[in-house]
């Protein structure tokens, strides 16, 4: 299982992730937890014009949790919650093969591998649900957003 799921780009890209750090006077910050594999997401956002302008964050988790949260590192900034849960959305769809052509991040097709291990799908989903939920607190504090 481990050679399909954790091919070359998957663990470029978590390397990339790695070392990320928290923001200090983050304007919204979220946790997630996976019971289930012990994954833990911690996503940090600093909001300017009500979208995302800096992400950081801390994964104590697998190569695909950190695989994952790098990419969203990459791509978030410049969303505004709708767009972000679109894409989330789009991102689910096709790890469980209901969506046929590539997810707006054209880089998530990375986790193709991913596909067939429905027990993972959680793993890669954690960093966009800490994200969501962060982009929600940041609204919440501050509706001016």
């Known amino acids: 299982m481990s050679d399909a799921l ?6 470029r890209l ?5 070392g990320n750090q928290r923001l200090e006077d983050a304007d919204g910050s979220a946790r997630v937890d996976n019971p289930l594999c012990g ?3 911690t996503v940090d956002l600093k909001m300017s014009d009500g979208t995302i302008s800096t992400v950081g964050h801390r994964v104590q988790g697998c190569a695909l949790c950190e695989a994952s949260a790098a990419l969203i590192k990459l791509n978030a900034p410049g969303r505004s919650l709708s767009e972000l849960e679109k894409i989330r959305q789009q991102f689910l769809d096709y790890l469980a093969g209901t ?7 054209s880089e998530l097709e990375r986790f193709a591998p991913v596909r067939d291990f429905k027990s993972r799908h959680d793993c ?9 939920n962060a982009l929600k607190d940041a609204l919440e504090k501050n509706p001016a957003f």
């Open 39 to 41: 994954d833990r997401v």
């Open 14 to 18: 978590a390397k990339e992730g790695r």
């Open 6 to 11: 954790y091919q070359a780009e998957i663990l």
């Open 124 to 132: 890669v989903r954690l960093p966009f649900d800490a994200t969501v």
């Open 99 to 105: 969506r046929e052509d590539s997810p707006e991040w």
